[in-house]
C-alpha cells in the first residue's frame, strides 16, 4: 500500500482508486510483462480489467489469465472494426474513480505508478490526462521512418513525447470517439502529464513486423 493509501485510511477518508483497463488480442508474452509490472505495485483499492479481443482467442492469452484469475477481472468482447467502441466497455466495467487503458504491449514505468496518484489528486478540475509515451520500433529503416513520417529523437524514440489519452475520471459522461485514433469526449477540462525527465512514461517497444502489421489494421478501419 502507498504512502498516500496509508495516510487516507488512518484519517477515515476513502483513498483515490484507480481501474487499470489493459486491452489485449493475441500478446501473451507482452501481456505477462505488463501484468507482472503492474500487479505488484497497484493499491488494495485499485483494480486491474482485462477487456480482451475474442475476435481470434488465443490459448496463451487465455493461460496468462487463467494463471492471475485471482487479482484480474476480464471482460470478453469483439474489436469489430472499431477501437472506441471496443475500449468504451471499460467504462462499463470500471469501479475505480478513475479508469487508466494501457494497450497489451505498453508497461508503465515504476515512477510513472507511484506518482500517478498525487498527480490525480492535484487534478481538481481536470477530466482527463495525456500519458507520454516512449516509442521504441526496433529494425526500423531510414526508409520506412521516412515514409511514416517519424521523428526520432537522440534516445531513438519515436514522435516523443507522443501524449495518449488514455487517464479518465469514470463519472458516467467520458467516453472515447473515433474508430481509430481514439480521443476522449465528454471531458470538461485535459492537462498533458509531465514528459521532460521520462518520469510519467509509457513504455511502448515493437518490432518493425509489428508496426507494419498494425498500419494495416489501421488502414483497413480508416478505409
Same mark, same amino acid.
Given at each position: 500500500?502507498?504512502?498516500?493509501? &496509508? $495516510? ?16 489485449? +488480442?493475441?500478446?501473451a508474452? *507482452?501481456?505477462t510483462? =505488463? $501484468?507482472?509490472?503492474? $500487479? ?6 485499485d483494480?486491474?480489467? #482485462? ?15 487463467a494463471d492471475?484469475?485471482?487479482? #484480474?477481472?476480464v #471482460?470478453?468482447? &469483439?474489436?469489430?472494426?472499431? !477501437?472506441?467502441?471496443?475500449?468504451? &466497455? =471499460? !467504462? ?5 474513480? %478513475?479508469? /487508466?487503458?494501457?494497450?497489451?504491449? *505498453?508497461?508503465?514505468?515504476p ?8 498527480? $490525480?489528486?492535484?487534478? !481538481?478540475f481536470?477530466? +482527463?490526462l495525456?500519458?507520454?509515451r ?13 515514409q511514416?513520417g %517519424?521523428?526520432?529523437?537522440? @534516445?531513438?524514440?519515436? @514522435? ?5 489519452? &488514455?487517464?479518465?475520471? @469514470?463519472?458516467?459522461?467520458?467516453? %472515447? ?6 480521443? /476522449? ?8 502529464l509531465? %514528459?521532460?525527465? !521520462?518520469?510519467? +512514461?509509457?513504455?511502448? #517497444? ?5 508496426? *507494419? *502489421?498494425? @498500419? +494495416? ?7
Open positions: 500500500m502507498s504512502f498516500l493509501s &496509508r $495516510l487516507f485510511a488512518r484519517r477515515g477518508a476513502r483513498p483515490l482508486s484507480i481501474t487499470y483497463g489493459i486491452t489485449v +488480442c493475441t500478446e508474452q *507482452e501481456l510483462a =505488463l $501484468l507482472d509490472a503492474l $500487479l505488484p505495485a497497484i493499491d488494495a483499492e483494480e486491474v480489467v #482485462v477487456l480482451r479481443d475474442v475476435t481470434r482467442p488465443a490459448e496463451a492469452v487465455s493461460r496468462v489469465l492471475r484469475a485471482d487479482r #484480474v477481472r #471482460v470478453e468482447a &469483439r474489436l469489430d472494426g472499431d !477501437f472506441a467502441t471496443f475500449k468504451n &466497455r =471499460l !467504462f462499463a466495467a470500471a469501479k475505480g474513480d %478513475w479508469l /487508466f487503458q494501457i494497450d497489451a504491449d *505498453e508497461v508503465p514505468t515512477s510513472l505508478l507511484a506518482k500517478l496518484k498525487p498527480a $490525480l489528486r492535484r487534478s !481538481f481536470v477530466d +482527463c495525456r500519458v507520454p516512449i516509442n521504441v520500433v526496433r529494425g526500423a529503416t531510414p526508409e520506412q521512418i521516412a511514416w %517519424w521523428t526520432i529523437d537522440a @534516445n531513438g524514440y519515436v @514522435n516523443y513525447p507522443d501524449h495518449q489519452p &488514455r487517464i479518465a475520471r @469514470n463519472n458516467g459522461r467520458i467516453r %472515447w470517439q473515433n474508430k481509430v485514433h481514439e480521443k /476522449f469526449t465528454g471531458y470538461r477540462a485535459r492537462k498533458k509531465p %514528459w521532460r525527465d !521520462f518520469s510519467y +512514461c509509457l513504455l511502448h #517497444v515493437k518490432t518493425v513486423q509489428r508496426q *507494419e *502489421e498494425q @498500419n +494495416c489494421l489501421y488502414d483497413t478501419i480508416d478505409g
